[in-house]
């Protein structure tokens, strides 16, 4: 459980659908993406490095998680096929991400 109350889980690469799941019954997941990104820039022109993950939750709980870590809210990229929507988080900030979940970043 996070501080503000919001539960967090990390799920692996192949568990995106546990963790749309998760994050449609008001958790927030963090997914981990592909790699294929690495040294690409990101639409606001920064340039994205691994780890690659995907923050999902549902957008008011997306929201409120993303203000305690520096994340705006214009930077959630919307809502799709589901009722979830997303960060993309990248490089370092992923890796304190990551660091705080217990989850090895080495070699993931």
């Known amino acids: 459980m996070?501080?503000?109350?919001?539960?967090?889980r990390?799920?692996?690469?192949?568990?995106?659908?546990?963790?749309?799941?998760?994050?449609e019954a008001g958790?927030?997941?963090?997914?981990?993406n592909f790699d294929?990104?690495?040294?690409?820039?990101?639409?606001?022109?920064?340039?994205?490095?691994?780890p690659?993950?995907?923050?999902?939750?549902?957008?008011p709980e997306l929201q409120a998680w993303g203000a305690r870590?520096?994340?705006r809210p214009e930077w959630v990229q919307p809502e799709k096929r589901r009722r979830?929507?997303?960060?993309?988080?990248?490089g370092e900030r992923a890796e304190r991400l990551l660091e705080n979940l217990g989850v090895a970043t080495s070699g993931a």
Do not use: C, K, Q, W
């Open 2 to 8: 996070s501080p503000d109350g919001l539960e967090v």
């Open 84 to 90: 979830v929507a997303h960060y993309d988080v990248f």
């Open 27 to 32: 958790g927030i997941a963090v997914h981990r």
């Open 52 to 59: 690659f993950l995907h923050v999902i939750g549902l957008r």
């Open 36 to 50: 294929r990104y690495h040294g690409t820039l990101s639409p606001r022109g920064i340039p994205m490095n691994r």
């Open 69 to 71: 870590y520096g994340l």
């Open 10 to 23: 990390y799920f692996e690469r192949r568990d995106l659908r546990g963790a749309i799941a998760f994050a």
